[in-house]
């Protein structure tokens, strides 16, 4: 019922900065949680960071706090993530995923991949020294 789909990856030096967007259609977006993922070839998918549907509260993995920023904007239907510098680490094919029935009591809920109903087909981005 719901399509996502990512824009704004792209290749960058180690340091600098990239913003991702999601553009989510065909449901009612502020009753869904928005998230983003990343997976690396031969890795397992993680999960980066989501912001509720309620209040807008946003939980990250520790490996990115301070460093990148979600937020979504209800008007346009949009999630967002700032990634501000960037490390090589950060390679990744970056998945912006939305759950309706997602109420969590606990961050570790909102970081489960399997919660999520709906997935975008991914953006690349490439940090590079």
């Known amino acids: 019922q719901v399509q996502l789909v990512e824009s704004g990856g792209g290749l960058v030096q180690a340091g600098g900065s990239l913003r991702l967007s999601c553009a989510a259609s065909g449901g009612t977006f502020t009753s869904y949680a928005m998230a983003w993922f990343r997976q690396a070839p031969g890795r397992e998918r993680e999960f980066v960071a989501v912001v509720r549907q309620s209040n807008s509260r946003a939980y990250y993995t520790d490996s990115v706090k301070g460093r990148f920023t979600i937020s979504r904007d209800n008007a346009k239907n949009t999630v967002s993530l700032q990634m501000n510098s960037l490390k090589l680490e950060d390679t990744a094919n970056y998945y912006c995923?939305?759950?309706?029935?997602?109420?969590?009591?606990?961050?570790?809920?909102?970081?489960?991949?399997?919660?999520?109903?709906?997935w975008g087909q991914g953006t690349q981005v490439t940090v590079s020294s």
């Open positions: 995923a939305a759950d309706e029935a997602l109420y969590c009591s606990t961050w570790g809920c909102y970081a489960d991949g399997s919660e999520y109903e709906y």
